[in-house]
């Protein structure tokens, strides 16, 4: 199978009675594609970034229609967005307990079992330790350097001139995952309980750095919500596949 991985190769290409059936496209940008009187049976698109644009199916933006499903099938998902510190709260208390739930039911067997190129419940347990340190330790309280040596980092890190040196090359025990996850959820609660509105409003800087995007503190949170509930739906995901 050819693998195609010059980002340029498509542009403004156009495609007829061309043939994609059983293709995969990861990491790709399909912003403004339009697909006209094609086949789509099985087509299956996910997107972190969905909720930020639009996507149109047969003249109808479906973008609400599946934020509104997920926010049925993960209740609480919708305080994610919240404006207020008890909203944010109530939030945070949700996911956790939708973690609590996936991790207590998944056997020990697929803790680090994965569909391929996708993360397993150990590796995503890690990741959100990094969007932990990355937004509530580098992000809003400023820590020089937020991150913990087990953290999963994100594909493409490297490219963008990050330190992997920070991270340890042999892969911790999931006991050990354990541990560090607990730890940073705990960090997140705590600094919940005591948020006010004035600190929410207070503006940082993209602990990722790059643009001009300062996020205030409020917006950070709402980042490590996000993170938790998406991850959540992929790990499920992918344990009822390998289930």
Sequence with gaps: MT????????????????????????????????????????????????FFGSLHVNGV?????????LNRQFPGRELQKAQTPEGLREGWVAVQAAWRT???????????????DEWSLAQTLRHLVL????????GIQRVAQPFH????????????GFDLSIFRADP??????????????QLVTDFLATATPELLAEERDNPWGGGDW??????????????????????????????
């Design 149 to 160: 040596e087990i953290g999963q980092i994100f594909t493409g890190a490297g490219q963008m």
């Design 61 to 69: 933006d479906v973008v609400p229609l599946v934020d509104a499903e």
């Design 3 to 50: 693998t195609y991985s010059d980002r340029k190769d498509f542009e403004g290409a156009t495609f007829v009675q061309a043939s994609f059936k059983g293709a995969t496209l990861r990491f790709s940008d399909l912003s403004g594609v339009t697909m006209r009187s094609v086949d789509v049976g099985g087509l299956d698109i996910d997107s972190h970034d969905l």
């Design 131 to 138: 969007a932990t340190d990355a937004w509530l330790r580098g």
């Design 102 to 116: 996936t991790v207590a039911d998944t056997p020990p067997d697929l803790m680090d079992a994965h569909v391929e």
């Design 172 to 185: 911790p025990t999931y006991d050990e995952v354990l541990v560090v996850r607990a730890e940073r959820q």
């Design 214 to 243: 300062h996020p205030s503190v409020g917006d950070c949170v709402r980042v490590i919500l996000e993170e938790e509930w998406a991850h959540l739906r992929y790990v499920r995901r992918d344990l009822a596949r390998l289930g």
